[in-house]
């Protein structure tokens, strides 16, 4: 008896195509290991890369780069080095706990590649003010950088500052980081920068004896200062370990947070909405600076050096670690409800998709394999960097699966989930599904994977459908929670 056909209506709409294997940056950059932690501990890579130095700034810690230490390599005072970031960097050096290097101007940001400043290199990047977008690459590679154990301190000043007039101030380049990326743009640190420019002001920390940021190795944060600059916005709702540490006079909650910190995947984030507290007052000659630094009316060089620390994986704290052996909770997945379509996952074409032909559990977007009723095979997955300090991982996501086949033994049409190397070997099959597991509905469904802690693996989903008779295989709503 032949076998009646139920064809699926696939999208016709152009999605990007991705290949598990496939060679490029994008991938490279996507399974790039967690950045490997040095005889020194903490590695930071300032950026004078996206005109950091235009107009009247000097964000740099000196003017020799990428390597500092060229231009003294046993400073003991600010001015041993050149830039009005050079207090900061001082003060890191002279602990002994710290290597520091420059991006220099003319350069590229990237992750996985073979450049000694490659963001691999390091445990945390500093983009003090920023005035030039990132490219897509470059964007790729620091949302990859922290969504696999790296830290990102974000530097704002206010609208407005646009120090070398090609229409982009901090505020813009910042929130195109994390608006307009191809790894996670739902939102996925928590925040977005507010469009404002406020004179001046002394924001006040909270009162939180626990935090490390606000209580560390460098001292205790009471205030900070703002002359000319901006607050961010809190969406505790898209990312729930965003937090505000210092508010502007006047505001609390998710509003005015003049300083705040948040994870993505296992990585750290803190952001500061001005650029005076971490400007030392000298530079290089011409620059009109401010020595927000030693300003008596605020504690800047303990909020930035304790920030820093904490990016770097030291201290604890309800954010993702970048330290060997560490592990906070966290849900390392980017794109994990499909929200922004074809990112971060590497899919056959068309399976991420709105399309009303299927229903998605949440949202517009989910993922669908097979379902065409003759031999065909999608695959879906991301790599993702489970923290080495984990005792818990689970994978979960929810799952239906409709089929025309009546069988109630044979399985003809099956989805494999696998976790491979960033080789491509299987290291295991956690599961696999068939159309005799159909039924109405989603149905959640979770692997254990623990067992692959320390590791950057790749889960994989592969559907394979027989000669006829369809099987669909909708996934939406997935998870990779870790503590």
């Given at each position: 008896m032949?076998?009646?056909?139920?064809?699926?209506?696939r999208l016709t709409t152009a999605l990007a195509v991705f290949g598990l294997l496939t060679t490029g940056a994008a991938v490279q950059a996507t399974t790039a290991a967690t950045p490997a932690h040095a005889a020194t501990p903490h590695r930071v890579l300032f950026d004078n890369a996206h005109a950091e130095t235009a107009g009247n700034a000097?964000?740099?810690?000196?003017?020799?780069?990428?390597?500092?230490?060229?231009?003294?390599?046993?400073?003991?005072?600010?001015?041993?080095?050149?830039?009005?970031?050079?207090?900061?960097?001082?003060?890191?050096?002279?602990?002994?706990d710290y290597s520091l290097k420059t991006l220099p101007s003319g350069s590229s940001l990237s992750y996985g590649g073979s450049s000694s400043t490659d963001l691999s290199n390091f445990d945390t990047l500093v983009l003090p003010e920023p005035n030039t977008l990132f490219t897509t690459a470059e964007k790729t590679?620091?949302?990859?950088?922290?969504?696999?154990?790296?830290g990102l301190f974000m530097i704002s000043d206010h609208t407005g500052s646009?120090?070398?007039?090609?229409?982009?101030?901090?505020?813009?380049?910042?929130?195109?980081?994390?608006?307009?990326?191809?790894?996670?743009?739902?939102?996925?640190?928590?925040?977005?920068?507010?469009?404002?420019?406020?004179?001046?002001?002394?924001?006040?920390?909270?009162?939180?004896?626990?935090?490390?940021?606000?209580?560390?190795?460098?001292?205790t944060v009471t205030k900070s200062l703002i002359a000319n600059g901006t607050t961010a916005t809190l969406k505790p709702s898209d990312n729930s370990s965003v937090k505000g540490l210092v508010y502007r006079s006047g505001y609390s909650?998710?509003?005015?947070?003049?300083?705040?910190?948040?994870?993505?995947?296992?990585?750290?984030?803190?952001?500061?909405?001005?650029?005076?507290?971490?400007?030392?007052?000298?530079?290089?000659?011409?620059n009109t600076?401010?020595?927000?630094?030693?300003?008596?009316?605020?504690?800047?060089?303990?909020?930035?050096?304790?920030?820093?620390?904490?990016?770097?994986?030291?201290?604890?704290?309800?954010?993702?670690?970048?330290?060997?052996?560490?592990?906070?909770?966290?849900?390392?997945?980017?794109?994990?409800?499909?929200?922004?379509?074809?990112?971060?996952?590497?899919?056959?074409?068309?399976?991420?998709?709105?399309?009303?032909?299927?229903?998605?559990?949440?949202?517009?977007?989910?993922?669908?394999?097979?379902?065409?009723?003759?031999?065909?095979?999608?695959?879906?997955s991301q790599s993702v960097t489970i923290p080495s300090g984990c005792t818990s991982a689970t994978f979960s996501f929810y799952l239906h699966i409709d089929t025309a086949e009546t069988t109630t033994s044979t399985a003809y049409d099956t989805l494999k989930l696998q976790v491979l190397n960033s080789s491509g070997t299987v290291l295991g099959t956690p599961a696999t599904y068939s159309n005799l597991n159909a039924g109405s509905?989603?149905?959640?469904?979770?692997?254990?994977?623990?067992?692959?802690?320390?590791?950057?693996?790749?889960?994989?989903?592969?559907?394979?459908?027989?000669?006829?008779?369809?099987?669909?295989?909708?996934?939406?709503?997935?998870?990779?929670?870790v503590s």
């Amino acid at each position: 008896m032949l076998r009646s056909i139920k064809a699926r209506h696939r999208l016709t709409t152009a999605l990007a195509v991705f290949g598990l294997l496939t060679t490029g940056a994008a991938v490279q950059a996507t399974t790039a290991a967690t950045p490997a932690h040095a005889a020194t501990p903490h590695r930071v890579l300032f950026d004078n890369a996206h005109a950091e130095t235009a107009g009247n700034a000097d964000w740099i810690i000196s003017t020799s780069q990428p390597d500092p230490l060229g231009q003294d390599s046993s400073p003991s005072v600010e001015t041993d080095w050149t830039g009005a970031l050079s207090s900061w960097g001082v003060a890191l050096q002279k602990t002994g706990d710290y290597s520091l290097k420059t991006l220099p101007s003319g350069s590229s940001l990237s992750y996985g590649g073979s450049s000694s400043t490659d963001l691999s290199n390091f445990d945390t990047l500093v983009l003090p003010e920023p005035n030039t977008l990132f490219t897509t690459a470059e964007k790729t590679a620091i949302m990859n950088f922290v969504k696999n154990g790296g830290g990102l301190f974000m530097i704002s000043d206010h609208t407005g500052s646009d120090r070398n007039n090609d229409g982009a101030d901090a505020v813009k380049i910042l929130n195109d980081l994390m608006t307009n990326n191809s790894v996670d743009s739902t939102d996925p640190f928590g925040f977005s920068i507010d469009s404002l420019n406020i004179a001046s002001g002394y924001p006040a920390a909270i009162s939180d004896s626990t935090d490390p940021v606000l209580h560390g190795s460098f001292g205790t944060v009471t205030k900070s200062l703002i002359a000319n600059g901006t607050t961010a916005t809190l969406k505790p709702s898209d990312n729930s370990s965003v937090k505000g540490l210092v508010y502007r006079s006047g505001y609390s909650g998710n509003t005015g947070a003049f300083f705040l910190t948040s994870t993505f995947g296992s990585g750290r984030v803190a952001f500061w909405g001005d650029s005076s507290p971490i400007d030392d007052g000298t530079g290089q000659s011409g620059n009109t600076l401010y020595d927000g630094w030693n300003d008596s009316g605020a504690t800047n060089a303990a909020l930035a050096l304790n920030a820093t620390a904490w990016l770097a994986g030291g201290g604890s704290s309800t954010g993702g670690g970048g330290g060997t052996g560490t592990c906070t909770a966290a849900q390392l997945l980017g794109n994990n409800g499909f929200e922004s379509g074809a990112t971060t996952w590497s899919a056959s074409s068309g399976v991420i998709t709105n399309s009303s032909s299927e229903s998605p559990r949440t949202g517009s977007y989910y993922a669908w394999l097979d379902g065409y009723g003759s031999a065909h095979t999608d695959t879906l997955s991301q790599s993702v960097t489970i923290p080495s300090g984990c005792t818990s991982a689970t994978f979960s996501f929810y799952l239906h699966i409709d089929t025309a086949e009546t069988t109630t033994s044979t399985a003809y049409d099956t989805l494999k989930l696998q976790v491979l190397n960033s080789s491509g070997t299987v290291l295991g099959t956690p599961a696999t599904y068939s159309n005799l597991n159909a039924g109405s509905g989603y149905t959640q469904r979770s692997a254990n994977l623990a067992s692959y802690a320390g590791q950057t693996v790749t889960l994989k989903f592969t559907g394979t459908e027989g000669s006829s008779l369809q099987t669909s295989f909708v996934i939406d709503d997935s998870a990779l929670n870790v503590s």
